[in-house]
Every structure is written in C-alpha cells, then in structure tokens.
C-alpha cells in the first residue's frame, strides 16, 4: 500500500508540469519539478524498481509510476523540440546565425547532459555603486564587469517582485554569465510599491542608464549601446522603459514573463489563491482602472510600441500563473503589427520564474536566445524591418 501511495504522490506532484499552480505552496515546488526534471525521473525509476520488487499493488502501482515518469520528461522532450527550430527564428528574426558568433557560452540551445553538468555560470565580483536618490530613498546598482577586454555594451538588469519586493541580489548566475558572455551588467535596485507608484520604477531605470553613461569611460562602457532586461514585475518595468520612454543608447529589451497589458490583467486575475493579482496592480498603480485608467494604460508596454520601436526578445511559459501568457502574445502580436523584429520564446512546460536556474531546461533556452539577440542587436546593429 506504501508504494501505491507514494506512486499517487508522485503523479500529482508530476501534473505540475502540464497544468498551471493550484495555490502559491505550489509554485516552487512546480520549478523544482520542471527545472530539474532529472531529478524526478531517476526518483520514478527507483520508485518503479521498488514497486517491482515486492508489492501487492505492483501493476496499478507501476502504471501510475510509469505515467508520473512520462510527465516528469515532459520539460525535456519540450525543450529539444523548441530546440529543433531556434536557430531559424532568430535568423529569421534578427539575422543572426551560429556562424556570427565567434565566442559564445552556449553552442547548443538545450542538452540534457547540462542539466547535471550545469552550463558554467560561474560567478563573477561585483562592485556597488549609488546611481542616484530618488524620494529620499538611496539606489544601488551592482555592476559585474565584462570578462572581455575594452570597450563592451552593457545589460541593464532590472528584478521581479510583484513591484513591492526583491532586490538587484536576485539570480545572481545570469549576470555572471553575460559577464562572461563579454557584457558590462550592472543590476540596479528601484522604488518599490506600494509606497512609490508607476512611473517611479521608470525614472528609477532612466536614473540609472544616465549615470552609466556619465561614467561610461571609467567603467568601459559602450554608451551607445545597451540592452535592458528584466523579469517578472522587471519585465514590464523594462518593457515600458523602453517602449515608453525611448531612452537613446538602447538597442534592445529582453522581457522575461513580464505583464504587457495592465487593463487585462486587472481585468482577467489569475487564481487568487496563487495570488491577489488586482491588489498588487492597485498598490502598484495607485487604483483601480476605473479610479486611474490613464495609469493602466500608460504602464502597458504593448500600447507605446511604434515602428521605430528597438527589437525585443520576450520569454514566457505557457502555464505561468503569475502573468498571462496572453499578454506577451498581444505584446508579439503589437510588435509584428508595427514591423518591429522580435521572438516570443513560448515555453509550454514552465511556469513563472522558469529560469530560476540556468541549467534546467527554461534557463538553457532562454540564454541562448538572449545572447543571440543581444549580439544581434548590440553588435550587427538590427534595426526595424
């Protein structure tokens, strides 16, 4: 009976990777399962070996095992076939193939082998720095620098947390990699809700690429040329910077999971038990659409693209309960209309803060775009088609 119950246990834990979070106890238990799915399958083999030998419930007990297997690898058959035609999309997209790239960390977009090997993320130091004091409230950036000589476009780096928590320490092996990868990074902190409402994180990100480029040539900087990325809450915050300010030296915006279309999200809330999304939009934007709609609107990244928009990578998995998967395709579909190139990166196993680590199958992925597109934008110069 133990084996039955564990091989029961196992296949709900297993769903997780097909079907969205039931509740927020959920959420990491979801990542630990869809990012490190190897684990799991060696957990359903043993288990399975178990249940063969010695128990009285051996072929219910076996078949559930064996279906718990098959979910468990759903992230990793997934990931070879969003494999199998990336490199297409992004030549196709911003004209970038693996022949352009002289020195990258990722030669192929996912390998199984490299979720137990990891893909050398090694950390980096860093140096902090006060970019500015906005409201009284003293801002940081930490600044990893480029393990390639001279000159180096820089990644702005901006974190999630629903707008009212988190910090620049968070995940730091990304920016250890584009480190590597031969980017300047700097990864700032900003004023959180709901004591500081929207604009406040934008001018927050302004701040920060004006005192970059005040001290480009100390920090070797290419001021001409930055990337701004972020995920979560960061994504819409880097999203609307971009696409809403227009900062000049920025030639591209990589969007992890990040909400597009605020009147839709406030409009269309995710299951409360993962989260009250219409609270932290109300803290976040000071109401609700009816008491502040210009707000919601003006914080929507997808309504201030124009054809002369810079190009955007955007990544989200599909069963993300945090942030609609919608909202990416309608910032996909906005960008398409006004011929601006850009590649949603679709991910049908993952759920919010897939790349938590970069080695499980969303992480892979997702720096093997972002650092093709960033050379494409950084270093080939694409513009609009």
């Not at 039955?4 to 959420?27: G, K, N, V």
């Not at 869809?34 to 288990?47: C, G, Q, T």
């Amino acid at each position: 009976m133990l084996r039955l119950i564990l091989a029961i246990l196992l296949m709900l834990f297993s769903l997780l990777t097909i079907f969205p979070i039931p509740a927020r106890q959920a959420w990491y238990p979801a990542i630990a399962i869809s990012e490190f799915p190897w684990i799991w399958m060696i957990v359903s083999a043993l288990l399975l070996f178990w249940i063969y030998k010695a128990s009285p419930y051996r072929v219910p007990a076996a078949i559930i095992t064996c279906l718990a297997f098959c979910l468990f690898a759903v992230p990793v058959v997934g990931a070879y076939k969003v494999a199998a035609d990336l490199d297409e999309r992004l030549l196709k997209q911003f004209n970038v193939s693996t022949a352009d790239l002289k020195a990258v960390h990722r030669k192929t977009a996912f390998s199984a082998t490299q979720m137990i090997s990891g893909i050398g993320a090694s950390k980096i130091p860093f140096t902090t720095h006060e970019y500015a004091v906005h409201s009284g409230v003293p801002l940081s950036l930490n600044f990893y620098p480029s393990q390639v000589a001279g000159k180096r476009p820089c990644l702005l780096m901006v974190h999630g947390g629903s707008w009212r928590s988190g910090d620049n320490s968070e995940l730091p092996d990304v920016n250890s990699y584009f480190a590597k990868a031969g980017y300047q990074v700097a990864t700032i902190n900003y004023r959180l809700a709901p004591e500081f409402k929207f604009p406040a994180p934008l001018e927050d990100v302004h701040a920060a690429l004006v005192w970059l480029k005040q001290h480009a040539a100390e920090l070797d900087i290419d001021s001409n040329n930055f990337v701004l990325m972020g995920r979560s809450a960061g994504g819409q915050i880097v999203l609307s910077a971009v696409y809403r300010l227009n900062e000049p030296g920025v030639r591209g915006v990589v969007g992890f999971y990040g909400a597009a279309d605020m009147l839709y999200a406030y409009d269309e809330p995710h299951n409360k038990l993962v989260m009250d999304h219409q609270m932290v939009l109300r803290d976040y934007l000071g109401g609700s659409p009816t008491e502040v709609k210009q707000q919601y609107i003006d914080a929507s990244p997808f309504a201030g693209v124009t054809p002369n928009s810079v190009p955007a990578l955007i990544v989200h998995g599909y069963i993300d309960e945090h942030v609609h998967y919608v909202e990416s395709e309608r910032m996909a579909e906005q960008l398409n209309k006004n011929g601006v190139p850009h590649l949603l990166l679709g991910l049908p196993w993952a759920t919010h803060g897939c790349e938590y680590t970069l080695n499980g199958p969303s992480g892979q992925l997702a720096v093997y775009a972002a650092e093709r597109f960033m050379y494409a934008v950084t270093q080939k110069g694409v513009k609009q088609n």
